[in-house]
T-cell receptor
Framework: GENVEQHPSTLSVQEGDSAVIKCTYS??????FPWYKQELGKRPQLIID?????GEKKDQRIAVTLNKTAKHFSLHITETQPEDSAVYFC???????????FGTGTRLTIIP | EAGVVQSPRYKIIEKKQPVAFWCNPI?????LYWYLQNLGQGPELLIR????????DSQLPKDRFSAERLKGVDSTLKIQPAELGDSAVYLC???????????FGSGTQLSVL
């Protein structure tokens, strides 16, 4: 089955700086890569996703890049704000029939 | 639109006791998932329903866990008997199609003493 590794496990950045979280996956058949944000004590929420037919996707201050050859994808947050502090999970699946496999999460802390 | 609703929010029980969690998915979402989230870990799939049918329960410990989704809407996850290692957050999620844009509930935090 799919195995997703996520790094780093914790990340602290100054407010206004950029944050990057990286994930690698093992199954070359995976073609769907969402990112979820989970604030303390709250539910995970989808913030952005990318399919394997594109290499990059942006939504305001967040972007995701995908390198299919290397089997890794990254979340980029620019101009970080205090409300970006949360745990971020990457995930991967084959939209055809495989379950969504989550990474172990990155706790992002924005320092004011 | 109303989100995924779960209850209870918290549950504390003694080991060997039974416990049940309830989930009401987003209206019109045919796919329902139960996930287990241990502290500091990502969610792990326990079972997936397509309408009333459990199509992936390979990760569900069937000796003590059971689930049902009557009429393809609400779902209940049960543990009997609970063990200390079952302490975790149980998340329910739904989507309009398999694996696409999962919407999670707030979860049930279970503590087994």
């Amino acid at each position: 089955g799919e195995n997703v590794e996520q790094h780093p496990s914790t990340l602290s950045v100054q407010e206004g700086d950029s944050a990057v979280i990286k994930c690698t996956y093992s199954d070359s058949a995976s073609n769907y890569f969402p990112w979820y944000k989970q604030e303390l004590g709250k539910r995970p929420q989808l913030i952005i996703d990318i399919r394997s037919n594109v290499g990059e996707k942006k939504d305001q201050r967040i972007a995701v890049t995908l390198n299919k050859t290397a089997k890794h994808f990254s979340l980029h947050i620019t101009e970080t704000q205090p409300e970006d502090s949360a745990v971020y999970f990457c995930a991967a699946s084959n939209l055809g029939n495989e379950k969504l496999t989550f990474g172990t999460g990155t706790r992002l802390t924005i320092i004011p | 639109e109303a989100g995924v609703v779960q209850s209870p929010r918290y549950k504390i029980i003694e080991k060997k006791q039974p416990v049940a969690f309830w989930c009401n998915p987003i209206s019109g979402h045919n796919t329902l998932y139960w996930y287990l989230q241990n502290l500091g870990q990502g969610p792990e799939l326990l079972i997936r329903y397509e309408n009333e049918e459990a199509v992936d329960d390979s990760q569900l410990p069937k000796d003590r866990f059971s689930a049902e989704r009557l009429k393809g809407v609400d779902s209940t996850l049960k543990i009997q008997p609970a063990e200390l290692g079952d302490s975790a957050v149980y998340l329910c999620a739904s989507s309009s199609r398999f694996n696409e844009k999962l919407f999670f509930g707030s979860g049930t935090q279970l503590s087994v003493l």
